[in-house]
């Protein structure tokens, strides 16, 4: 069992950076790939960034290439979302997401935990 519990949200302007951090318990934090979902009022949760059980492959959705970065610490179980040069759009919910499976997947039902999500608001 894994328990994931997300930080680092706010309320920043356009232009402005966060950084999340996603802390897990549990044994198998480092035996799976992992995911930073984000849901907008109304809109679809969609995956923002994923990355592989030891780092070596990473995705990124085509809006937030270059200005988003996911790496994580399986001495730690964290994961982290470095968000730069925020955008008005990129405002939601962002939730953790742990597989225990080692590799990426944009489907949300691949993934087995999830925390409870940390607000993102971008400002104009």
């Known amino acids: 069992q894994v328990q994931l519990v997300e930080s680092g949200g706010g309320l920043v302007q356009a232009g402005g950076s966060l950084r999340l951090s996603c802390e897990a318990s549990?044994?198998?934090?480092?035996?799976?790939?992992m995911g930073w979902f984000r849901q907008a009022p109304g809109k679809e949760r969609e995956l923002a960034a994923a990355?592989?059980?030891?780092?070596?492959?990473?995705y990124y959705r085509d809006s937030v290439k270059g200005r988003f970065t996911i790496s994580r610490d399986n001495a730690k179980k964290t994961v982290f979302l470095q968000m730069n040069s925020l955008r008005p759009e990129d405002t939601g919910v962002y939730y953790c997401?742990?597989?225990?499976?080692?590799?990426?997947?944009?489907?949300?039902?691949?993934?087995?935990?999830w925390g409870q999500g940390t607000q993102v608001t971008v400002s104009s």
């Open positions: 990355i592989s059980r030891s780092s070596e492959s990473t």
């Open positions: 997401a742990a597989r225990t499976s080692w590799g990426i997947s944009p489907i949300k039902t691949e993934y087995n935990y």
């Open positions: 549990g044994r198998t934090f480092s035996s799976g790939g």
